[in-house]
């Protein structure tokens, strides 16, 4: 119920190409869909994020698709750049007083933008 | 500061030794929360602050964990008698609160190696 399954583990794309990583959750009652972006040696940054009342959100080149009734989200980079290259992570989360607010990670997905 | 700041960046202990990690949160921001990342994997949500509230401590792996969060501010997790699968990197990130605020900023985390 709490978990975030993340795919694919690893990724190679051309300078320019979309990669394109996907996410499925179970719980229902996550309310904030965040993908986050790390370098090594850094911490996660946020990249951007969605709630479950759209279906896509666009930020640059940055686009997440939503899929409510089949509990699952991607991420889409466009015209992918070199500088691109990072470990990205899929999350989940139940906003709200009444709870954390604990971010629910996927496993990652290392990507590499050839030039 | 400007940012989540943890210190140590790296540390190494001998195996049975007590190791403290230090948080120092983005000012003003009210949740706290403690993540561990392996190797090659996602990140584990570990501990939870918000204000004067009790901590959500369901995700420490056991009771050799614990955390405080000082005057709700920095935050100290400390590891006793360490073994060698807690070698991870621990990330601390913080946030205006679950319930305001979406964006959960993460420090650089400090990387524990147990020897």
């Known amino acids: 119920q709490q978990q975030v399954k993340q795919s694919p583990q690893s990724l190679i794309v051309q300078k320019g190409g979309i990669p394109i990583i996907n996410c499925a959750y179970e719980n229902t009652a996550f309310d904030y869909f965040p993908w986050y972006q790390q370098f090594p040696g850094k911490g996660p940054a946020l990249l951007i994020a969605i709630r479950p009342d759209v279906s896509e959100k666009k930020e640059g080149r940055f686009t997440i698709s939503f899929n409510k009734s089949a509990k699952q989200f991607s991420l889409h980079i466009m015209d992918s750049q070199p500088g691109d290259s990072a470990t990205y992570f899929c999350a989940a989360s139940k906003r709200g007083s009444s709870n954390t607010g604990k971010l629910i990670f996927g496993q990652g997905t290392t990507l590499q933008v050839k030039p | 500061g400007a940012g989540v700041s943890q210190s140590p960046s790296n540390k190494v202990t001998e195996k049975g030794k007590d190791v403290e990690l230090r948080c120092d949160p983005i000012s003003g921001h009210t949740a706290l929360y403690w993540y561990r990342q392996s190797l090659g994997q996602g990140l584990e949500f570990l501990i939870y602050f918000q204000g004067n509230s009790a901590p959500d401590k369901s995700g420490l792996p056991s009771d050799r964990f614990s955390a405080e969060r000082t005057g709700g501010s920095v935050s100290t997790l400390t590891i006793q008698r360490t073994q060698q699968e807690d070698s991870a990197v621990y990330l601390c990130?913080?946030?205006?609160?679950?319930?305001?605020?979406?964006?959960?900023?993460f420090g650089q985390g400090t990387r524990l190696t147990v020897v």
């Open positions: 990130a913080s946030s205006l609160a679950a319930v305001a605020s979406f964006e959960a900023f």
